[in-house]
T-cell receptor, first 112, second 115 residues
Framework: GDSVTQMEGPVTLSEEAFLTINCTYTATGYPSLFWYVQYPGEGLQLLLKATKADDKGSNKGFEATYRKETTSFHLEKGSVQVSDSAVYFCALRASGTYKYIFGTGTRLKVLA | GAGVSQSPSNKVTEKGKDVELRCDPISGHTALYWYRQSLGQGLEFLIYFQGNSAPDKSGLPSDRFSAERTGGSVSTLTIQRTQQEDSAVYLC?????????????FGSGTQLSVL
């Protein structure tokens, strides 16, 4: 079945460091891909998305590129801030369905 | 309301009791989802409603779990004869629906603790 695999956390970085959170997926067809973020004490919210191969989603300095050849959607940010500390979830929606499959989440902690 | 509302925010129950969790989606959203968030397990899909179509129940873990959506709006997730392994955060999300904005709007969840 369809699935999403994320790197395990927690990830601890110093402020202004470069961030990569790996995400790979298994799905038939051409899924849509998403990153959701859960800040402390808040609900999950959409960070960015990409709906077809080679698309790049971006928001708040974060980027992710839909790579069909490697079935990946890695999240990157050039310079993290303390306020980026949160749990990040990679997700997919398989084509032909409206079921969203989420990964296990990766906790990011940014130190000042 | 402005967002997805879930109640109660916390529920403590004894093993074997039944519980009901409520979700009020954003007005006008035709799609509604229930997920379960457990430590180290990520978000586990439970059930999906879209308008008047038959729900996708493929994620419900056992026949102790059921959900309904009345009038295309409010949804209730019922867990019968609760077990300790049911302890988790139950999240509800809504979306404008098929062919529209592809984004889930999540509630703050119900923390269920089964003693």
């Amino acid at each position: 079945g369809d699935s999403v695999t994320q790197m395990e956390g927690p990830v601890t970085l110093s402020e202004e460091a470069f961030l990569t959170i790996n995400c790979t997926y298994t799905a038939t067809g051409y899924p849509s891909l998403f990153w959701y973020v859960q800040y402390p004490g808040e609900g999950l919210q959409l960070l960015l998305k990409a709906t077809k191969a080679d698309d790049k989603g971006s928001n708040k300095g974060f980027e992710a590129t839909y790579r069909k050849e490697t079935t990946s959607f890695h999240l990157e940010k050039g310079s993290v801030q303390v306020s980026d500390s949160a749990v990040y979830f990679c997700a997919l929606r398989a084509s032909g369905t409206y079921k969203y499959i989420f990964g296990t989440g990766t906790r990011l902690k940014v130190l000042a | 309301g402005a967002g997805v509302s879930q109640s109660p925010s916390n529920k403590v129950t004894e093993k074997g009791k039944d519980v009901e969790l409520r979700c009020d989606p954003i007005s006008g959203h035709t799609a509604l989802y229930w997920y379960r968030q457990s430590l180290g397990q990520g978000l586990e899909f439970l059930i999906y409603f879209q308008g008047n179509s038959a729900p996708d129940k493929s994620g419900l873990p056992s026949d102790r779990f059921s959900a309904e959506r009345t009038g295309g709006s409010v949804s209730t997730l019922t867990i019968q004869r609760t077990q300790q392994e049911d302890s988790a955060v139950y999240l509800c999300a809504s979306s404008p629906g098929q062919g529209k904005l592809e984004k889930l709007f999540f509630g703050s969840g119900t923390q269920l603790s089964v003693l």
